[in-house]
């Protein structure tokens, strides 16, 4: 495989958000993961992101797994993060972030070090206070292993370090857009409400004002149409 092909299906990988295939996204394919019934209500469960087995992602281990989510614990790792992106739409501040990082695995860094593609590609999101007012975006890259002791440093970068760490997630199909990572959202928050971690996710995503800040992950190319997988992540003060 020549470089240039390596770098093109690196690129098709990490703009899984770039708006073109967005629109497909439908109910459907929605219902690609599997689900489960309790007390009359569904919920989304968990599986293993079936992109991991190809490429490299940051570990966890299972803590729970309820109605409609599932309760993680990251190992420590490092991870290289945009600076906040301020625009109204997910979807655009996220290909503006992932270029930037593309550039970096390209090379495009202090040590002009080519790195290798992982999974999943995480955008934090601190929502804004209407619906035509800029939310806050960032975009993060988890370091492969064999670089997380020294990752290059790069303009409009920064390293991110995590100790161990606790998500609750949802997960859902079909193509991550402006629309649909709201209703998720709220859907995990709804099926968190009346648990053990409802507090714990209060406390740690407190956007100001009622606002939670939560976290969308994906794992599939864009040029991949069914079976996709997606994840809605909020952290947990434990």
Not at 116 to 140: H, N, R, Y
Not at 149 to 158: E, I, S, T
Not at 216 to 236: D, K, M, T
Request: charged content about 15%; glycine content about 10%.
């Amino acid at each position: 495989m020549t470089v240039g092909s390596l770098g093109m299906l690196k690129l098709s990988l990490l703009l899984s958000l770039i708006s073109s295939a967005t629109n497909f996204a439908n109910a459907g394919e929605q219902r690609d993961i599997v689900t489960k019934k309790s007390g009359g209500a569904t919920g989304v469960v968990p599986k293993f992101p079936p992109t991991c087995n190809r490429i490299e992602c940051p570990r966890y281990t299972v803590v729970e797994t309820g109605n409609g989510y599932e309760i993680r614990r990251y190992n420590s790792s490092v991870w290289i993060t945009t600076d906040p992106i301020q625009d109204i739409s997910l979807v655009d501040a996220s290909t503006t972030g992932f270029l930037s990082l593309f550039d970096y695995i390209q090379g495009k860094n202090k040590y002009s070090q080519p790195i290798e593609m992982t999974a999943p590609v995480v955008i934090d999101v601190l929502p804004s206070d209407g619906p035509i007012c800029k939310s806050s975006f960032t975009a993060s890259f988890y370091v492969p292993a064999k670089n997380q002791a020294n990752p290059p440093p790069a303009a409009g970068l920064h390293v991110q370090r995590w100790g161990p760490t606790y998500v609750a997630v949802r997960q859902f199909g079909g193509f991550v857009a402006d629309n649909n990572v709201g209703v998720e959202a709220a859907n995990l928050q709804a099926s968190l409400t009346g648990t053990k971690w409802a507090d714990p996710v209060a406390k740690a995503g407190d956007g100001g004002a009622g606002k939670i800040k939560y976290s969308v992950a994906q794992y599939n190319s864009p040029f991949e149409h069914s079976g996709r997988v997606n994840e809605i992540w909020f952290s947990l003060q434990m």
